[in-house]
């Protein structure tokens, strides 16, 4: 169920957006089953990350709500209206941050680029599984090897 598309025009105050999103949309959370926040953004937020995850984690707890988040980098340090952001961090720092509040908000965190995908926590599951299933495998061959040479 969609209900809301908040924007934070010329700054990155995801506290107030968050605010606004589960204030309003979410107070009736209890006649849902499940319910997310889907953040997409291209940098860090306005607020300290501790401040954020904090605040996420005390909302999501107790019902079946996450958020989670695409950054998208772009390689640009201004928008495209030339607006310099109140709080500055590399890629690398924002990526860190915004998978922080992610997790602390029980979501997923996507993080992808002109060049492609550079972190996904679903790629990550599927990898781990796709491993997994080859150690099995590995393992099966294994043991049907042992069991012809015995026979």
């Known amino acids: 169920r969609w209900v809301l598309s908040l924007q934070c025009k010329g700054s990155r105050n995801f506290m107030s957006a968050l605010r606004r999103a ?8 209890d006649k849902h ?17 501790h401040t954020i995850s904090a605040y996420m984690a005390e909302v ?9 988040v695409c950054l998208f980098s772009i390689l640009e340090d201004v928008d495209s209206n030339g607006i310099i952001p109140a709080r500055y961090a590399n890629s690398i720092e924002t990526a860190t941050a ?8 029980n979501g997923r965190f ?3 680029g002109e060049a492609g995908i550079f972190e996904s926590d679903d ?3 599927i990898v781990s599984e796709m491993e997994k299933a ?11 090897e042992s069991l012809k040479e015995r026979s």
């Open 110 to 112: 996507h993080w992808f």
């Open 98 to 105: 915004l998978k922080e509040i992610a997790q602390a908000a």
């Open 60 to 68: 999501c707890r107790g019902f079946d709500l996450q958020l989670h």
């Open 123 to 125: 790629i990550t599951v």
């Open 22 to 29: 589960v204030e309003v949309d979410f107070k009736d959370k």
């Open 134 to 144: 080859n150690n099995y495998s590995q393992k099966c061959a294994f043991l049907v």
């Open 33 to 49: 089953k499940s319910q997310g926040l889907y953040l997409l953004t291209t940098g860090i937020p306005d607020q300290e990350t």
